[in-house]
C-alpha cells in the first residue's frame, strides 16, 4: 500500500495542519486532509486508503512528541484538540487554552506563535514519514519470522515509549534507595569511599545530593510518561490484560507515593524540556534559581 503514496509536500500538510486547527479534530470526517491522510498510510498508521480520523490523530501525537514535551507540545495539543475532551472545542477557546499553556496573551500567541508551532508539526510529520522507511528496510534486514511490517514498526516504537518510561523510573528507584540508605548512616570524621580524609562526613547532606538525583529522575520520568501520553494517548498494549493492569498500577502508585501535586509535577516537566539537552546540572541551575524550584527541591 505504501509504494502508492509519495511522501507529501510540506506546504500541503502545513495546510492541512491549519485545516484541523480551524475546523477541529472532533469534525474529521467532514473534510478532507488528503496529505495528512497520505502521511498516515506512509507511516503505516492507516490500514485502509480511507482518510481515518483514528489514524490522523495518532499522526499528529506522533508528530508533536518531536516538540520535546514542554510547553510548545502543550500548546500544540491544545491548538489541535488533542488534550482530552476538547476535540469539538470551538477554535477561538483552543487558542485560548494554548496560549495559556505558552504563558502568554492570546493575539501574541497568535501572531508570534501559531504559526511556527504548525510548522514544526509539518516537519514532525516528514521526520516520521523517513524515519518509518527507514525502520521498515531494517526490519526487513533483521526480520527472523514472517510478520506484517506495518505492524511491527508500531510494536517497535511503542516498546521504545516503554523503555524511555522505564529508564528514568530505575534510576528514580536506586536513587531513593540510596537517599534512605544514607540518611541512615552515623556522622563520620571522614567519608566512607577516602578513610584517608580529614573532612567529616555529614550522611544527611549526602543523602539530600542523591535525593535531589532523584528528582531529576522523576522528572524525566514524567516528561517521558508526558510524551508517551502524547504519541500514543496513554494506551499500554503488552502481552496480555494482567501486564497491561500492572504497568498502569505501576504508573498509578509513583504518583501516589510522593509528596508532589500535578502542578509540580508540571513545573518539573516544562523545566527538564527547557534545560540545556534536559542534563542534570542545568535543570539543577533552573531548579535552585527559582521560588518554585526551590520550593519543590526543599520539599
Known amino acids: 500500500m505504501t509504494g502508492d503514496f509519495a511522501v507529501p509536500a510540506y506546504a500541503d500538510l502545513l495546510a492541512d495542519l491549519k485545516r484541523v486547527r480551524e475546523r477541529g ?4 470526517r467532514t473534510y478532507r ?3 495528512l491522510r497520505a502521511a498516515c498510510i506512509v507511516t503505516d498508521l492507516s490500514i485502509t486508503t480511507e482518510q481515518e ?3 490522523v490523530e495518532s499522526l499528529l501525537r506522533k508528530a508533536i512528541e518531536s516538540l520535546g514535551g514542554g510547553g510548545e507540545a502543550d500548546a500544540a495539543e491544545y491548538s489541535l484538540g488533542l488534550i482530552g475532551g476538547t476535540k469539538l472545542w470551538p477554535a477561538a477557546e483552543r487558542r485560548k487554552r494554548a496560549a495559556e499553556a505558552y504563558g502568554i496573551s492570546v493575539d501574541r500567541f497568535r501572531k508570534a506563535y501559531e504559526l511556527p508551532i504548525m510548522e514544526q508539526i509539518a516537519e514532525g510529520i516528514l521526520a516520521a514519514c523517513r524515519e518509518t522507511h527507514m525502520r521498515r528496510a531494517r526490519l526487513q534486514l533483521e526480520r527472523r519470522h514472517p ?3 506495518r505492524l511491527a514498526v508500531q510494536w517497535v516504537e ?3 515509549g516503554y523503555y524511555r518510561i522505564w529508564t528514568p523510573v530505575w534510576k528514580l528507584a ?3 534507595e540510596a537517599t534512605i540508605a544514607t540518611y541512615r548512616e552515623p556522622p563520620s570524621d571522614h567519608p566512607p569511599w577516602d578513610p584517608d580524609s580529614t573532612e567529616a562526613y555529614d550522611p544527611v547532606d549526602q543523602a539530600r545530593g542523591y535525593a535531589r538525583y532523584a528528582l531529576h529522575a522523576y522528572a524525566w520520568y514524567q516528561l517521558e510518561l508526558r510524551k508517551f501520553m502524547t504519541k500514543h494517548g496513554g494506551l499500554w498494549l503488552l502481552s496480555d490484560a494482567a501486564a497491561e493492569l500492572q504497568a498502569s498500577d505501576a504508573i498509578y502508585r ?3 507515593h510522593n509528596p508532589l501535586n500535578e502542578e509540580d509535577d508540571s513545573w518539573l516537566r516544562r523545566h527538564l524540556a527547557d534545560a540545556r539537552h534536559e542534563e542534570q546540572d542545568h535543570f539543577k541551575q533552573l531548579l535552585l534559581n527559582t521560588s518554585a524550584g526551590s ?3 526543599d520539599e
Open 254 to 256: 509513583i504518583g501516589w
Open 53 to 55: 480520523p483514528a489514524a
Open 25 to 28: 479534530l472532533g469534525k474529521l
Open 158 to 160: 511503542r516498546f521504545e
Open 174 to 176: 536506586a536513587d531513593i
Open 33 to 35: 486532509v488528503d496529505a
Open 147 to 149: 510478520a506484517d511490517s
Open 295 to 297: 520550593a519543590i527541591h
